[in-house]
């Protein structure tokens, strides 16, 4: 069974940056054979992707909201999964978990990452105006 521990949340001021981390572990496949990714959460409203990736290379998407001002990475090395934020809105103020699913494919849309996938507690984002 797969788990996830995110870290790196807390609070910053609009304009500012922060970067996310996602410690994975217990996955049964090689690293390269999975997609990963950011989703994000406030009360009463649905849990949303933020940002999705290919372990194995060359694909990468992002909720329009975040594209250019976010950005999500991997490193192998540490089994760990990235998301750099720049440009902090309030609007980003939210609780932010990851996830990971096996794939025998190459791309990974946020409605295959989310499907019966597990996900970590959690790590939140307030950005104050």
């Known amino acids: 069974q797969v788990q996830l521990v995110e870290s790196g949340g807390g609070s910053v001021q609009a304009g500012g940056s922060l970067r996310l981390s996602c410690v994975v572990s217990?996955?049964?496949?090689?690293?390269?054979?999975?997609?990963m990714a950011w989703f994000r959460q406030v009360p009463g409203k649905e849990r949303e992707g933020v940002a999705t990736?290919?372990?194995?290379?060359?694909?990468?998407d992002y909720a329009d909201s975040v594209k250019g001002r976010f950005t999500i990475s991997q490193d192998n090395a540490k089994n760990t999964l990235y998301l750099e934020m720049n440009s902090l809105k309030s609007e980003d103020t939210a609780m932010y978990y990851c996830?990971?699913?096996?794939?025998?494919?190459?791309?990974?849309?946020?409605?295959?990452?989310?499907?019966?996938?597990?996900w970590g507690q959690g790590t939140h984002v307030t950005v104050s105006s």
């Open positions: 996830t990971a699913r096996y794939t025998y494919g190459r791309q990974c849309p946020f409605s295959f990452v989310s499907a019966d996938s597990p």
């Open positions: 990736i290919y372990t194995g290379g060359g694909y990468t």
């Open positions: 217990g996955y049964r496949y090689r690293w390269a054979f999975y997609c």
